[in-house]
């Protein structure tokens, strides 16, 4: 068990999995690696990466600056109000990373289902071993706890193209889709240069330049990029509180990274999970439960960059001061340092989905493992009424009109609530091509969670029948549907012939935790967000750690 630090300052150690060895005091990149969170201030100081991949950078502080320069012996510059100043990468080299197999990734508490799924691989000839990532630690008699046990092969490969082919024969082999678990083995380096706005050289860095506005004045970056490999990518100016340090990325390359506490960072990242024109009680549910959503990942993500958590979907949508609203802000400053916690004392796993479809679910059904008692599947019922139905009934629950928050909130969008989604004969055959079933001839689901959504999957066809199990795989096979909770059915022509099938569901999303849209729903019919918040975790409450 982990020894539990109830002080000021918290080290978010890596475990057994690491980070690698951060590198020595007096490194100028031993900060930047160092995975730590500090609460000395009140709000701890969260490194978010805004881009990497640079080569240069401009940035311009609105207030009186200071950046500290690394070096063998540290530099201060100081620079006015307005000035712009650009950052130039002179050199670098690539940072050296390790990687294993994961094959699988289990909760802490759930030991038994670990020894499980190893014994199928030695059963199966593949020898692996058990890495722990996460950290525990406690804050104001309260405990955040985010460990879990990582199944690896246990084989180090070479390199990428190694360690993809190993990757490709298991899915092969196995059916079993694998991740990489990364470790830093040695920090990359480069020289930086920091100029004004016309190219006159200011100083040079070694590796790491970090910026500060003397009176917490914001900084505005040009052309920040996102959307990295999506279809949105693109270049925006924008503005962000905190601080920025300028550093080397696992490439060699420029990586510019937010120093910004954790309730900015709110309020830069909650408008992008909910609509900021929702109740402000829906607002205030929302801002906790993102509070303790980044808590629970900070030293699971980016063990090898020199940041803990990116401002992608990858971990959260952050668009800085660019992306707040007012309405969202004075959620987070009247939720100040609050965590969603249960009656033991832990912080609550506060996932949330869009919109539940009138009932949520077990956390169980939807990513395995043991059952949590704040993760309970429960109706979605406005406080005082009632329906005739339930999930049991699903074809009868999906075609009632209930009075379910998700539906009754004015921002309820019918076709997230209740949607329709047709395949023909052909396009199943070619999803399904990869289970060997031929063409398909019945579809059924084996087994149900507690708000009907599908967690075991029966196929049938000429060559055969298999099973397919969870929530998100089943989405997955079919063109990622948008929820588990449905019914389907084969459609035949006039001659009784297969011609494709129709699948009928509700809800948007996984349907763990909070449903989103109907916390708007409840807290327009009355309800405070501790009650929202209450009522989607099992009874678990709010409590102010900071």
């Not at 080299?93 to 390790?98: N, Y």
């Not at 990274?257 to 402000?280: C, M, Q, T, W, Y």
């Not at 960059?305 to 400053?333: F, I, R």
Request: proline share 5%; charged share 25%; hydrophobic share 40%.
């Amino acid at each position: 068990m982990w020894p539990l630090a109830f002080g000021l300052s918290f080290v978010l150690a890596a475990g057994d999995a690491g980070l690698g060895l951060p590198p020595p005091p007096g490194d100028p990149l031993a900060g930047t690696y160092s995975k730590r969170l500090d609460f000395r201030g009140g709000a701890p100081i969260v490194p978010v990466r805004l881009m990497e991949g640079q080569t240069e950078v401009t940035f311009t502080p609105r207030g009186r600056a200071r950046l500290k320069v690394a070096g063998d012996i540290e530099k201060t510059v100081e620079s006015p109000a307005g000035a712009a100043l650009k950052v130039r990468l002179v050199e670098g080299t690539p940072a050296v990373v390790s990687a294993r197999i994961q094959l699988a990734e289990f909760p802490f508490v759930d030991k038994a289902g670990l020894a499980a799924e190893q014994a199928q691989w030695a059963e199966r000839g593949v020898a692996t071993r058990v890495q722990t990532l996460g950290s525990v630690y406690g804050i104001a008699g309260k405990v955040i706890d985010n460990r879990r046990y990582l199944l690896v092969v246990d084989e180090q490969l070479a390199d990428a193209d190694a360690l993809g082919k190993r990757q490709a024969e298991l899915l092969r082999s196995f059916g079993v889709r694998t991740t990489l678990l990364e470790k830093l083995e040695k920090p990359p380096r480069g020289k930086l240069e920091l100029t004004d706005a016309q190219g006159a050289p200011l100083a040079l860095a070694d590796g790491r330049i970090v910026v500060e506005t003397l009176d917490g004045a914001a900084l505005d970056v040009r052309r920040v990029e996102y959307g990295v490999g999506y279809a949105f990518h693109g270049f925006q100016d924008r503005s962000f509180r905190g601080g920025l340090e300028l550093t080397v990325d696992r490439a060699g390359h420029l990586a510019v990274v937010n120093l910004v506490s954790l309730e900015d960072l709110l309020k830069g990242l909650v408008p992008s999970e909910i609509f900021a024109r929702a109740h402000p009680e829906a607002l205030k549910a929302q801002a906790v439960t993102a509070r303790g959503e980044v808590l629970a990942k900070i030293g699971l993500k980016h063990l090898a960059d020199p940041y803990l958590l990116c401002a992608e979907q990858h971990c959260a949508v952050y668009k800085g001061l660019s992306g707040e609203a007012a309405s969202t802000n004075a959620a987070v400053d009247a939720t100040r340092g609050e965590g969603l916690f249960d009656a033991t004392g832990k912080l609550v796993d506060s996932v949330y989905s869009a919109v539940c479809g009138g009932h949520t679910e077990d956390n169980d059904v939807v990513w395995g493992g043991p059952p949590n008692p704040s993760l309970r599947g429960r109706p979605d019922l406005l406080p005082g009424k009632s329906s005739g139905t339930t999930p049991k009934d699903l074809p009868a629950f999906l075609a009632a009109e209930l009075p379910a928050a998700c539906r009754l909130s004015s921002f309820a969008q019918p076709s997230k609530y209740r949607w329709e989604r047709r395949f023909t004969a052909r396009e199943v055959d070619e999803l399904t091509a990869s289970l060997k079933l031929g063409r398909v001839m019945a579809i059924s689901v084996a087994d149900r969670g507690v708000s009907g959504r599908a967690r075991l999957l029966t196929l049938s066809g000429e060559l055969g029948a298999t099973q397919v199990r969870g929530e998100l795989n089943i989405r997955k096979l079919f063109a990622n549907l948008n929820s588990a909770m449905f019914v389907v059915t084969a459609e035949r022509g006039p001659d009784k012939k297969l011609t494709g099938w129709l699948f009928k569901g509700g809800g948007w999303g996984h349907g763990v935790g909070m449903c989103q849209t109907g916390a708007i729903g409840r807290a327009e019919a009355g309800q405070s967000y501790r009650d929202i918040l209450s009522h989607y975790y099992g009874g678990a409450e709010a409590a102010r750690i900071y």
